[in-house]
């Protein structure tokens, strides 16, 4: 995959596909951190991720939860919403190290670039940061970067 990545979808359809061909290119542990205001599409993102593991359940923002975890074969998807999370204890104190040490995870942070330095001090093989802006009602472009 090249460093970085632009695509524009036209439809919450698009960003579903987007997200599942994006989701072939994932290894066990894996993180990614997702970016983009309220509305833009970050859960939908993580719908098509899901079904590119086979993961058929209702994908829902974890904002009220801080993380949703779903299971498909061999792999345990976690989806983090970090918007209410304001300092590293409160990420030790839920339990983060677990969730980056056991195999078969990949790890989806919403609002994940304040924890940054940590996640790329840790021992992972790869983090996205994918970035997602609302251009018109129906359009987004999606940004994709791999930084580790």
Excluded: C, Q
Aim: proline content about 1%; overall charge negative.
């Amino acid at each position: 995959m090249e460093r970085k990545i632009s695509y524009f979808s036209k439809s919450e359809i698009e960003t579903i596909n987007f997200a599942f061909s994006f989701s072939k290119k994932l290894k066990d542990n894996d993180i990614l951190i997702l970016e983009g205001n309220l509305g833009s599409g970050k859960t939908i993102f993580v719908k098509g991720l899901a079904k590119g593991f086979s993961i058929y359940d209702d994908i829902i923002s974890p904002t009220f939860l801080i993380v949703n975890s779903y299971y498909g074969k061999n792999i345990k998807l976690n989806h983090f919403d970090l918007y209410k999370i304001e300092d590293f204890d409160e990420l030790y104190y839920i339990g983060i190290e677990e969730y980056l040490e056991n195999k078969g995870n990949i790890n989806i942070f919403e609002w994940g670039m304040k924890f940054i330095d940590y996640f790329i001090s840790y021992n992972v093989p790869n983090i996205f940061i994918i970035k997602i802006k609302i251009v018109s009602e129906d359009e987004r472009e999606i940004e994709v970067e791999k930084i580790k």
